[in-house]
């Protein structure tokens, strides 16, 4: 499925349309409130929902056919010629770092195409970051300047450097002896990063993303960025990535084979 | 000790030339070598000694009676007529950050009279992002744009945000313990950072932050810097930061106390 450079331009504006939202509210005083959920401590703050809006209003005015999946305000089902496109959202991914300060967030902005993502956005509206992945191809965009983003290869998962968001908050007990196993044998681990360290893997930094059971708005726009960049993302088990998968992302072939192994899968 | 607008402008210049060195450096393949130390990983960028190289022969031309400590090259002692000045250098520190293509790190340039820390640099050359502590202030400047620091009230370490780089890693197992006991007790946990969370705390997103045993070129900034914002920033028994101490700072001089006790500290 290739996506062509109208719909790419458009997913662009969604994402211009979200940073000039959410920008002004970075190191400001924000509203915190808490949600009932998994997490003992799950922040959604006003950036978030004005922009989950601010997305949904451009594509309810120019693509109403569009269907629409976000964090903030749920779904709406793709109108009655339904055309298979559905837009997956979640402008603020790193709750934690924005209201601590810290810049390792971004918005998510996935294209699905009869439920397979097909074009990811992570948009960093205040370091002027945007990472696109689509057709095949993963680039980062800083203002003018273009960098087309690669993973590095790693052969042996003892080189490696691995990365997740934080182990003894989302994973479960045996996810985490699970996970040990992985950061025994890794050079170097370093934990925090949501959306943002997925980034980093495909632009060749960091080697392996292991993260637990994530929601659809958390993945959709990692997995066109990090094969687009030649990387690997699936399940602890190896398969494609579907809802329920806890998430294991690899730059090098070689690394995944080992990580699914320590992980538990194939055995 | 008033620190004159001369010294703080010369201070200002020596950041300039680090970051003018560092910068290059983000995200390009960087050769990284390792120290024999403490740490099992503890990578050595040319970024790194470049800056100090830049800085030392700044001072070396400018002030060559001050004298200097650096992480990378050392100690050089006062001039004869020792002006008890003395700077103290540490161009990237957080640099698993700085090889993992992440922005939370600093270049660290602190100003001692007389053994005493009276200005802190934070520098970010990428972000463009320089915090200063000096005179009993604190400042974020980004351009022409100028922040006053400050932190925020925080009346009881329960609806604390705490922050450590690695207890695991820069932690001996007593220090974790007393580490978990805080953090037991504190609303949200954040891992990672190095000097770049004391900014945070600076700034009012942070309000604990929790470290072992720290070099003086790792601290010395931090001192005027958390102080300028009005915070409190001492060892883990509430004593004055000292050679050996490990570090607390807090925004709060009320959680300021309960972390100290928790700490195992004026018990």
Known sequence: MIVDEKMIAFANRLADASGAVIRPYFRQRIEVTHKPGVHAFDPVTEADRGAERAIRAIIDRERPQDAILGEEYGEKPAGLSANKWRWVLDPVDGTRAFITGRHEWGSLIALEHDGVPVLGILDQPVLGERFIGVNGRAVLLEGEKRTVLKVRECPA????????????????????????????????????????????????????????????????????????????????????WREGSRTLACGDARVHEQAIKLLGGRQ
Chains 1, 2 share one sequence.
Not at 201 to 228: K, Q, S, T
């Open 157 to 240: 998962l003892k080189d490696a450097t691995l990365c997740a968001t934080d182990p003894s908050a989302y994973m479960s007990p045996d996810e985490q002896d699970a996970f040990a196993r992985v950061k025994a044998v890794a050079r170097l681990t370093r934990y925090h990063g949501d959306c943002y360290i997925f980034a980093m893997l495909a632009m060749g930094f960091v080697d392996v993303v292991i993260e637990g059971p994530l929601h659809r708005w958390d993945i959709a726009a990692m997995i066109p960025l990090v094969e687009g960049a030649g990387g690997i993302i699936t399940g602890w088990d190896g398969e494609p």
